[in-house]
């Protein structure tokens, strides 16, 4: 078993800003720069970054949190992960709890450098413009 990834990034836009940058399929793929499809239904699929990345929707509740089952291709088929986040406003903006459990064992500092590349630097640059 893999360890816990927890992250906690701070964002100057509200946290309805913040969950739509994460499940609008077009404000997805303008912060990430590849090609999304975000369901916002539970059990609905999403992938993102061009297909790299896909898994489905287990818990949404709008401006608050968002749980998603979560593989990369490149894993072994039928393999998936767990990601949580935790969206809370704060006087300057959101506050981001994120945790994602289960990734295979051996790339957890990949994904731990991974988040904060590819999703926590594009999406300030993208909400903070």
Known sequence: MSKL?????????SPHEVYEALM??????????????MSRAVGGKFTAYDNY????NVELVP?????????????PEGY????TFKFTAVP???RLDFTHAHVPTGTEKEFTQG????????????LEK
């Open 5 to 13: 990834i927890k992250q906690t990034v701070a964002f100057k836009a």
């Open 92 to 94: 300057e903006g959101t």
């Open 24 to 37: 609008d399929s077009k404000k997805h793929a303008a912060f990430t720069g590849g090609k999304a499809s």
């Open 115 to 126: 988040w904060i590349e590819n999703y926590w630097e594009p999406m300030k640059a993208f």
């Open 63 to 75: 401006d608050k949190k968002i749980v998603q089952d979560w593989r990369a291709v490149d894993w």
């Open 80 to 83: 998936f992960s767990r990601v």
């Open 53 to 56: 990345i896909a898994g489905k």
